[in-house]
């Protein structure tokens, strides 16, 4: 078998453990995409969370101020019913102004943080239909990861053992310029030329359509021992099935 004929039993294979691979890895960025969705939606909700514990704390504050102030008007007022003289009285009164004026200012502080803790309740409670909704996309995603995994393993098993065994009759070199093309091109390393016009001495790469000098062609013709790339997209070119049939025949 020459060493084209290992590359090309090599693709075939390389093709489909990539091509199961690639299910397990979207499956199993979906579900990472979903936890991550989850994660920002537990994290705001959380935050929130904290925002009206912070805000029911002040608020309760507030009106334990409030609360004190009340009694300090109380006591004025009743200082001010017993007060000696016109003096005392005035300055008491004013005292009594100034001191429910700020318990005015700080109910209204109150109402509105009050009004504040209410909007972030709301706030909370849209975020239930949000996580459930997500919760339930996430365990989607769960089970049909699971679900691929379950499918796929055994055959990935055996395709990654028929790989391990192609890849060992390839020689270094040249398993080097296969993976690093098959990188490159998500798994298609291997392009067959496509004939244009074998008169005219016409040939493309079938993968990007560059035209292949005959030059090139001709290499693929010899014996099969070398490695012939692609001068666009560098990939691995063969012949049509049909002209290599005929050049082994020749070999």
């Not at 969705?37 to 409030?66: F, G, I, P, Y």
């Not at 016409?202 to 290499?219: D, G, K, L, V």
């Not at 049909?242 to 082994?248: K, L, W, Y």
Request: proline share 2%; with cysteine.
């Amino acid at each position: 078998m020459s060493l084209l004929q290992q590359l090309l039993a090599l693709h075939r294979v390389d093709v489909l453990v990539r091509s199961l691979r690639s299910r397990l890895s979207q499956a199993d960025h979906y579900l990472a995409t979903q936890q991550k969705l989850l994660d920002e939606l537990q994290a705001q909700r959380s935050d929130v969370s904290m925002q009206k514990k912070q805000l029911q704390a002040h608020v309760a504050n507030m009106e334990m101020e409030s609360k004190g102030i009340t009694e300090r008007v109380e006591r004025l007022r009743s200082d001010l019913n017993q007060s000696a003289n016109t003096k005392q009285y005035t300055a008491l009164l004013q005292e009594l102004k100034s001191v429910e004026g700020q318990r005015d200012l700080l109910d209204e502080q109150t109402l509105a943080q009050m009004e504040r803790v209410e909007q972030i309740t709301k706030r909370l409670e849209g975020f239930e239909p949000l996580i459930a909704e997500r919760s339930r996309l996430w365990a989607q995603a769960k089970a049909e990861s699971g679900e691929r995994l379950r499918d796929t393993s055994d055959r990935l098993n055996e395709l990654d053992g028929e790989r391990a065994k192609a890849a060992a009759c390839v020689p270094a070199p040249a398993m080097l310029i296969f993976d690093t093309v098959a990188d490159i091109h998500d798994g298609e390393a291997l392009s067959e030329v496509e004939v244009i016009s074998a008169r005219h001495r016409e040939y493309a790469c079938s993968a990007c359509n560059t035209e292949i000098p005959y030059s090139i062609y001709a290499r693929l013709l010899g014996d099969g021992s070398s490695i012939v790339q692609c001068v666009s997209c560098s990939r691995i070119l063969h012949l049509p099935a049909e002209a290599e049939a005929t050049v082994t025949k020749k070999r």
